[in-house]
């Protein structure tokens, strides 16, 4: 006889049946907005969260244009799953707003016409959704930004988490006056080359309350009492850069004793008082650079001290460095560091012995580095497992110093020896045991032909590769071993001609910025880079042969390429003409040798 279900079991059955249908009711939903803002939902019924999915995880401009030339389904997934879009000219940005709503950060750095306030105005309506804004870089003034128009635009975007503004030289202190009243969530704000902005914006800045990362570069209007009120009033700051002529002692005193949870700063400066730094005990990362004739031997060491938790720890100083007994003491009070930068020309073995107690440290660069001897071969025998190193400008280092040093670090993944003097060929070939490496930069030494062959031949995933002015290279197929490549300067090699670029655009066709400058390549050569289907900028200053019809050959067969940069006497060219009317990005450039008779060529 079967035995009735109890009342306490029908309960939780018929609950079951109940979430059960409430969670088919959500899916439901689900699947109908998703279809709603795909615009398709006939054609996209039952794969519409698979599209999604999809494209979402597509990261490359080249694959999601790629994927939106599928069908209108595809290029709707495209559109909706798109975060960022960076517009080059006024002219599709109405355009760019009827299609990409849903985007979160606006970039205008790129811009290569004239940005107007009303582009701003109408951005803020058109995007409702803006959490970052970028307006402005660093190389090109927008001189008709002015306040009126940012005020329109902060009125209409009070989600705004996130504001970098860059040489907008009529911006005034009413501009940002509206933005502390309007964007009251800001998290990040970048301001650079503002020069009308004065204290009054900083006293703006202090009442966004919510602010945690703050940027200020180049030329203001600021005073010092000004700058005090940054750390009076942002409570809540965790990162700081200063990249300013003048840091008053009083504005850094005012960010250790206001700001709690301060863990990163960044200074570049020329005068600044660091004494007031003792008094923060929550940093992680501290970054310094300046050519400010003192000796900070000991005020850093007491930073040090203060905040032994350091993970990271930067002084680029030309004139006068740490001494080796400061380095001694930083790294003895903070020995969790896992980034450290010095300027090390005064650095013996005792210096590296102490560095190499730093366990943790996955991140070293040693600049002016003059080896006894051994001192390479130590940090490789201390197994540090490296994944950042870079030695610029060494002197004396021996082979067996640096076949000792990749032997202990075979996971490095970025390698900087610029101006490494002293090893030869023999020693350079022991950097193809690091397999792992991804840059690589051996510009101004002896790498020669078959050193060349046989880092390629084992680091054969290298993205970014420097080889400016390697004079021992005589042919471009060793270069044409890294076939992964993507960045690639050639600068005043004269290994570099027309046929070689032949050669390396068959073998990487991944490359993506490619420069040649001061090379014997022409026209012709410059055609054959058409292969690269990826590329992106070209820079061929000083490249005589070099007079226009490669460069239009590769804008017309080239769908991502974008910036060219050519030496100044193409200034006012037809060819130069051509190419801003297709909104590309062409600078110029003067180099050391501009002041030599045009028929001059440089290589023999």
């Not at 409430?22 to 039952?46: N, T, Y």
């Not at 966004?208 to 000004?226: A, H, N, R, V």
């Not at 400010?292 to 905040?307: G, T």
């Not at 460069?551 to 080239?558: P, R």
Request: charge should be neutral; hydrophobic fraction near 40%; include cysteine.
């Amino acid at each position: 006889m079967r035995e009735e279900p109890s009342a306490f079991a029908s309960l939780c059955s018929l609950q079951n049946r109940e979430r059960e249908r409430e969670r088919e009711r959500e899916r439901e939903r689900d699947m109908a907005m998703a279809m709603e803002e795909i615009g398709s939902c006939e054609a996209v019924m039952g794969d519409g969260a698979l599209v999604e999915l999809i494209v979402g995880r597509l990261s490359s401009p080249q694959d999601r244009h790629a994927a939106s030339l599928v069908c209108k389904i595809w290029s709707d997934a495209v559109v909706w799953a798109a975060r960022k879009i960076m517009p080059r000219c006024r002219k599709v940005l109405p355009k760019l707003a009827s299609r990409f709503r849903r985007i979160t950060w606006l970039d205008l750095s790129c811009f290569l016409d004239v940005l107007a306030d009303e582009d701003l105005v109408m951005a803020a309506s058109a995007f409702p959704n803006l959490r970052s804004i970028t307006i402005g870089c660093s190389e090109q003034p927008q001189d008709f930004i002015t306040d009126k128009g940012l005020k329109g635009f902060a009125s209409k975007c009070s989600l705004l988490q996130r504001i970098e503004l860059s040489n907008l030289p009529r911006l005034q202190d009413s501009a940002i006056d509206a933005l502390s009243r309007n964007c009251r969530r800001l998290r990040y704000l970048h301001l650079e080359n503002c020069t009308a902005l004065t204290d009054s914006s900083l006293e703006a800045v202090s009442r966004f309350s919510e602010l945690q990362q703050i940027s200020l570069k180049g030329s203001f209007s600021f005073t010092s009492s000004g700058l005090a009120k940054i750390g009076a009033g942002c409570k809540k700051l965790t990162s700081v850069c200063f990249a300013l002529e003048f840091i008053s002692d009083c504005a850094l005193k005012s960010l250790a004793s206001g700001c709690p949870e301060l863990q990163e700063i960044d200074l570049k400066y020329r005068t600044a008082g660091l004494g007031s730094l003792v008094e923060c005990h929550s940093l992680l990362s501290l970054r310094v650079e300046t050519d400010e004739r003192i000796f900070m031997d000991e005020v850093l060491m007491h930073i040090a001290a203060a905040n032994k938790n350091l993970k990271e720890f930067v002084f680029v100083h030309p004139i006068n460095p740490l001494s080796e007994a400061a380095v001694v003491g930083i790294v003895s009070r903070c020995p969790n560091l896992q980034k450290l930068c010095l300027e090390a020309f005064k650095l013996t073995e005792m210096g590296l012995l102490s560095i190499m107690n730093c366990k943790n440290l996955k991140y070293l660069e040693l600049l002016h580095f003059h080896s006894s001897g051994q001192g390479l071969a130590e940090i490789g025998l201390c197994q540090l497992d490296l994944r950042h190193f870079a030695l610029r400008s060494a002197k004396c280092i021996r082979d067996v110093e640096l076949q000792m040093f990749m032997d202990g670090n075979r996971r490095l993944e970025h390698l900087d020896l610029h101006y490494c003097c002293g090893p030869s060929g023999i020693g350079f070939s022991a950097i193809g045991a690091c397999s792992r490496l991804q840059y690589l930069d051996l510009s101004f030494t002896e790498v020669d032909d078959l050193s060349l062959m046989e880092i390629g031949s084992g680091a054969r995933h290298v993205k970014h590769l420097r080889l400016v002015k390697c004079e021992a290279i005589t042919s471009v197929l060793p270069v044409a071993r890294f076939a992964e490549v993507e960045f690639l300067n050639l600068d005043q090699c004269p290994f570099v001609t027309d046929e070689g670029l032949n050669a390396l655009a068959v073998n990487c066709p991944r490359l993506e910025n490619v420069s040649l400058a001061c090379t014997r390549v022409t026209d012709i050569g410059i055609t054959y880079l058409k292969n690269c289907s990826a590329l992106r900028e070209l820079r061929i200053p000083y490249c005589r042969g070099v007079n226009g019809p490669g460069i239009i050959e590769i804008a017309n067969s080239c769908r991502w390429f974008r910036h060219i940069s050519v030496s100044h006497r193409l200034r006012g060219s037809k060819v130069v003409e051509l190419l801003r009317e297709k909104w590309f990005i062409v600078s110029f450039e003067i180099d050391d040798m501009a002041l030599v008779p045009f028929g001059f060529n440089p290589i023999v």
